[in-house]
């Protein structure tokens, strides 16, 4: 981030930057640079709080008007409610859905792959809900259909079903794995009115209760095993995150 | 919390361990008042169009974001895993912020908002974002954008 800084401030652009890892941005000392204390994906702290996000963003934007620099300012103001949430490993959020199993705990390969098509038919009318309420879908490629069958079919045959060949197999494996993601975290939130898990109570959620989250690790060890170094790369650091 | 001294591991040592060019040259570029200002947005987040080509590699490549797109046509395809999706998808504006933008240029804050905006995808090495980051400035000074806000994820 701080290096693209670099390259467009010499050539005469003006530059400026919200910097989220410190220590990174003091080694590369861009021109212009805000700090803030929010975790990694959110650098306006918190979704559906325009007021705060727009006091980051002019806290931001004014440094272009600094007489000289390199400038590191700090946003010290903690992101308003559920950011810290899930870091603490507080309860305070839970499904809505009622699981039929105990998908979470299933080792058996045949049963949690059953398991797994159990859960995705019992989330899908509630992501057609938030569907519905939000006319938006972070879901990119795999729809809640397919990314299913793209992960199941590589797990039971270790190859993409006919007429999924758009992609190469370790970008495809890697793209229905957020999609799947995305499909769980707007079935999860689709009740009307409810609140959202911190992304911390999301990932709790997902890696440790649903078959889904086990799927997604049974990919990433038979990706591992797999001699294709593209696959064994995705396997490796592109499924599953380092704390999981 | 983007604080590595709270990170647990692995995950901090990860993030210690990214390449971090360290830069002999200190350029400045000084302008305008904040509020003539046009300002375009450059993200590392892995964004695109819907339909556009999904990020892939280390090849430090760029996507192209229309002015006028809407919150359902940007999607993410960022390869890392270990950073929160959750907050973009309740609302693109915690990653993407144009709504915050155009509000700030509809009341005067800021000048305007360019036509265009970009997208990398920040695990490329920033090396390889060179040649792409020197062409992208010819872009912008083409839109007459004299603010750059560049965003991580």
């Known amino acids: ?244 | 919390m983007a604080r590595l001294d709270r990170m647990p591991e692995p995950m901090k040592s990860h993030l210690l361990n990214l390449p971090c060019p360290a830069f002999q040259e200190r350029p400045w570029v000084s302008g305008k008042p904040l509020a003539e200002r046009r300002i375009a947005i450059i993200s590392t987040a892995g964004l695109q169009r819907r339909g556009d080509r999904p990020f892939e590699g280390m090849t430090g490549e760029y996507r192209v974001i229309s002015g006028d797109i809407t919150a359902g046509d940007l999607v993410m395809t960022h390869i890392s895993t270990n950073f929160d999706r959750t907050g973009f998808q309740q609302d693109w504006n915690v990653a993407f912020p144009l709504d915050r933008l155009k509000e700030l240029a509809a009341e005067g804050s800021i000048g305007s908002v360019a036509a265009y905006h970009y997208s990398f995808m920040g695990a490329a090495d920033p090396s390889d974002m060179e040649p792409a980051a020197r062409t992208l400035a010819l872009l912008l000074k083409g839109d007459n954008v004299d603010g750059v806000l560049l965003l991580p994820v």
């Open chain 1, 1 to 244: 981030m701080g290096a693209l800084a670099h390259y467009l401030e010499s050539e005469g652009l003006p530059t400026t930057q919200i910097s989220l890892i410190r220590e990174h941005t003091e080694t590369i000392r861009p021109p212009r640079a805000l700090w803030v204390p929010f975790e990694l994906g959110r650098p306006f702290g918190t979704p559906g709080n325009a007021a705060f996000q727009k006091r980051v963003l002019m806290a931001a934007l004014r440094l272009l008007e600094a007489p000289e620099g390199p400038l590191l300012v700090d946003f010290t103001e903690e992101a308003p409610e559920g950011a810290a949430r899930g870091d603490e490993g507080l309860e305070g959020w839970s499904c809505p859905i009622i699981m039929t199993s105990e998908a979470g705990k299933e080792t058996d390969m045949e049963r949690l792959l059953a398991a797994f098509k159990r859960e995705v038919a019992e989330l899908r009318p509630r992501y057609d809900l938030g569907f519905e309420e939000r006319k938006r879908t972070a879901v990119v490629e795999f729809g809640p259909q397919s990314s299913p069958e793209v992960l199941s079919s590589f797990l039971t045959g270790g190859k993409l079903l006919a007429g999924q060949k758009k992609f190469s197999l370790a970008l495809a494996l890697r793209l229905a794995a957020q999609d799947l993601k995305a499909f769980y975290f707007e079935a999860a939130t689709a009740r009307p009115g409810s609140a959202s898990p911190s992304s911390g109570e999301f990932n709790r959620w997902f890696w440790q209760e649903t078959a889904g989250g086990r799927i997604l690790k049974a990919v990433k060890e038979r990706c591992m095993q797999e001699s294709d170094e593209s696959l064994k790369k995705t396997g490796a650091m592109l499924l599953v995150p380092l704390d999981q």
